[in-house]
């Protein structure tokens, strides 16, 4: 299944490859900046907010629409790998993903780079990005 969103030429997710449509409505995902306990993939359609993990295509088909969660069996592996996710959220200090940053806005990123909480790399992507988007082309 192809992303909804549009994604940059070159832009690569990293391995594994994930999947940015949504595992219970199947509508497209936006990257979001939020908080670091925040999942970086928002539904624009039925809103539920995902993890980088869930929508691995492994994890995917764990999904159960009717109950609106993972099969059981899933549930302890993902616990503890967002677990993972929200560590490494919090070391940088948002929800956002280096490989997001391709897919926001100026705007957004403008607003991302002067939170106080950002670690200095990651800050250190935003304004890459940031200078990508503004170079005269």
């Known amino acids: 299944m192809q992303p909804n969103v549009q994604i940059p030429p070159g832009f690569n997710p990293g391995q594994p490859a ?32 995902w993890w980088t993990t869930e929508l691995q295509a492994d994890v995917r088909v764990q999904w159960i629409p009717a109950s609106q969660s993972f099969h059981w069996r899933a549930v302890p592996w ?25 897919l926001f806005s100026l705007e957004t990123l403008q607003t991302l780079s002067s939170q106080p909480t950002l670690n200095r790399g990651f800050q250190g992507q935003v304004g890459a990005m940031i200078a990508q988007k503004t170079a005269p082309a």
């Open 78 to 102: 993902l616990i503890s790998t967002i677990d993972q996710e929200q560590a490494a959220a919090a070391s940088v200090g948002t929800s956002a993903r280096a490989d997001q940053l391709a």
């Open 18 to 49: 994930y999947d940015t449509t949504c595992p219970h409505c199947g509508g497209a995902l936006q990257p979001i900046a939020l908080d670091p306990a925040t999942a970086p993939w928002l539904c624009v359609a039925c809103h539920i907010g």
